[in-house]
């Protein structure tokens, strides 16, 4: 089972700010294979990026992910207030599919 | 719209049964592969159960492995989670979720029904 870590476990920044969130995995990840979703309270995840950088349908382009092998990184280039919520990673490449444990972003 | 609706959940004792089902609408069913996932209270996300377009393809969580059992109706546009032998970890609000057919990634979620396992 691949194991991802998310770091850091919360981020504190103010709107306007550059947010960068990693996820480490415990092996190799395709990198067709990873995608980051955005879940704020009361509500289902939603996909915002797939394929390690192709955002998802609608997803504003301050979003953009990055990375290869073990690392990925998920950028918010300028914190808007409705980007305060979790962060997941996930890989769908190998079973079972994995989640990262999270990476809440809160206003400072 | 594209909307998948999930029902079934409640409170159960340790031991016991339920059923999840998830509506599929406004998408082709058929085309997609499904997923089950849950997040206990506070947690994070956690991959269940995943079927392909015509059930000839399925995999399990190890933890449920043996006790939950997927499977879809595609003339009903329908999803399913049989949970048998629930455990109070088994408490979780479960979301059924569609996989992009050409990326896999998880594109659509339904809002979930929760599921409580107390004595």
């Known amino acids: 089972e691949i194991v991802l870590t998310q770091s850091p476990g919360t981020l504190s920044l103010s709107p306007g700010e550059r947010a960068t969130l990693s996820c480490r995995a415990s092996q190799s990840v395709s990198s067709s294979y990873l995608a980051w979703y955005q879940q704020k309270p009361g509500q289902a995840p939603r996909l915002l990026i797939y394929?390690?950088?192709s955002r998802a349908t609608g997803i504003p382009d301050r979003f953009s992910g990055s990375g290869s092998g073990t690392d990925f990184t998920l950028t918010i280039s300028r914190l808007e207030p409705e980007d305060f919520a979790v962060y997941y990673c996930q890989q769908y490449g190998s079973s079972p599919w994995t989640f990262g444990q999270g990476t809440k972003v809160e206003i400072k | 719209e594209v909307q998948l609706v999930e029902s079934g959940g409640g409170v159960v004792r340790p031991g016991g049964s339920l059923r999840l089902s998830c509506a599929a609408s406004g998408f082709t069913f058929d085309d997609y592969a499904m997923r089950w996932v849950r997040q206990a209270p506070e947690k994070g996300l956690e991959w269940v159960s995943g079927?392909?377009?015509?059930?000839?393809?399925?995999g399990y969580a190890d933890s449920v492995k043996g006790r939950f059992t997927i499977s879809r109706d595609n003339a009903k546009n329908s999803l399913y989670l049989q949970m048998n032998s629930l455990r109070v970890e088994d408490t979780a609000l479960y979301y059924c979720?569609?996989?992009?057919?050409?990326?896999?990634?998880?594109?659509?979620w339904g809002q979930g029904t929760m599921v409580t396992v107390s004595s």
């Open positions: 079927i392909n377009w015509n059930g000839g393809s399925i």
């Open positions: 394929g390690t950088s």
């Open positions: 979720a569609r996989a992009h057919y050409t990326t896999g990634a998880f594109d659509i």
